[in-house]
Structures are given as structure tokens and as C-alpha cells.
């Protein structure tokens, strides 16, 4: 992630006049979930870059297990890739348990989230993700990818837990076998689920980023 002090080196650039506003996110109530920890959910336009071929990958590898999984994001960024997506669900049997439902927002996408039990995110890459930290704010574990800010957004509990999995990129074999731990061990979901909702509560908000981005810019006005 391009943190503070990744820019300074990237760039070489003066300490004092780099600041990072880190995005907020808004408060929302705790998700309900199944209770099973089968409900997985993946917010992500449908692109190379978000992962989901990975994901289905990782799915088909772990289809003697039980779980559903809603994708919403976008389908149209890239069509050939998700006319691909939907031949390879078809051709592992899949569909029924995969829904591509396109994008949600609103009452739709609280729903989505309400009803989740995981959010899974095997991008290639991500700059920040803050679908991880909409997740943490209803207490929904992640399991993403350690790439670029993935990580950072994910965070830790105030103990030093991490709210989470986290699998290298572009490896469908990693995702499946944490998808395995997390289904077949009811004490790590305990122990993930207690861990995002304590993340829940050190969430940055839009409060907290609009305060920050006006301090800076008083800063430099004076």
C-alpha cells in the first residue's frame, strides 16, 4: 500500500510536506451471518485485477465443503472475462453456488453483508481495499490477499489479532486451504469473528479522514 513512508522512499520526498488521510468508513451494525460460516462474499467489479478467477479456482477445490458465494461488482469492465468466469462455474458445476449478481448498493449491498459470514477479496492487487474495512465495520472476518494495501486495511484487533486470513496472490491452492481451516474449525472462526468486531471499533471514520485532510490543509493556508 502506498503508505507515508513508502512515498517518502518511492519518491524521495521531503518528511514534512507528506501527509496520508486514510479513508473512513461508516458506522454500521453488527452482520447477523449464517451461524455456519458457509456465507462467503466477494464485493468487486468482476475484472483480472479483483481475482475472482482465482476465487473460483479456490472454490472448485473446495466444493466437497459446504458454502455459498455472492459476488457483487460490476460485469461489465471486462465482458470476456466474465463470459470466461461464468464457462468455468459452468464447467465445475458451480453456478447454483456462485451468484455474479452485477453491482449493489444500498439497501441491497447492507443486506449482502448483513448476511455474510466472510468476505473473501483474492485480488492481484489492491491499492487500499475498502471493502475490507465496510466488512470489519459490521464484524465480518476477511480473508484477502497480501498485496499492496490489503493488508494495512485489514489491521490488527487491539490485542494483536488479525481479523482474518491472509494468502499470497494468484494462488488457488493457498485461498482453498484457507477457506478448509476457516470451514472446519469452528474455534478459528470464534477467534477471527472476536477479533473484526475489536477491529470494528479502531475503524477510522469519514469524520476522522475529513478531520485529518482539513488539519493539513489549515496547515498550509497558515
Known amino acids: 500500500g502506498w ?14 510536506r507528506v501527509h496520508v488521510a486514510t479513508p473512513g468508513v461508516d458506522p454500521a451494525p453488527p452482520a447477523s451471518g449464517t451461524g455456519t460460516g458457509g456465507g462467503l462474499l466477494c464485493v468487486a467489479a468482476v475484472t483480472p485485477t479483483k481475482g475472482h478467477d482465482v476465487l473460483v479456482r479456490a472454490l472448485a477445490l473446495a466444493a466437497d465443503l459446504p458454502w455459498t458465494c455472492t459476488c457483487a461488482g460490476s460485469l461489465t469492465r471486462d465482458e470476456d472475462f466474465v463470459a470466461d ?12 453456488r456462485v451468484r455474479l449478481v452485477g453491482p449493489w448498493t444500498g439497501d441491497a449491498l447492507d443486506a449482502a453483508y448483513d448476511a455474510a459470514d466472510l468476505l473473501v477479496l483474492p485480488s492481484r492487487f489492491e491499492t487500499y481495499g475498502m471493502v475490507v474495512t465496510e466488512a470489519l465495520a459490521r464484524g465480518i472476518p476477511v480473508l484477502g490477499t497480501a498485496t499492496g494495501g490489503l493488508p494495512e486495511a485489514l489491521g490488527r484487533a487491539p490485542d494483536g489479532e488479525l481479523p482474518g486470513l491472509l494468502v499470497p496472490p494468484e494462488d488457488p491452492p493457498a485461498l482453498a486451504g484457507a477457506l478448509r481451516r476457516w470451514l472446519g474449525d469452528a474455534a478459528l472462526r470464534d477467534r477471527l469473528a472476536r477479533a473484526a468486531r475489536d477491529r470494528r471499533a479502531t475503524l477510522a471514520t469519514w469524520s476522522d479522514t475529513a478531520a485529518r485532510v482539513a488539519t493539513v490543509l489549515a496547515g498550509v493556508a497558515a
Open 3 to 16: 503508505t507515508r513512508d513508502r512515498l517518502l522512499d518511492r519518491y524521495d520526498l521531503p518528511a514534512g
Open 85 to 96: 468466469l461464468r464457462g468455468r462455474l459452468a464447467a465445475t458445476g458451480l453456478t447454483e
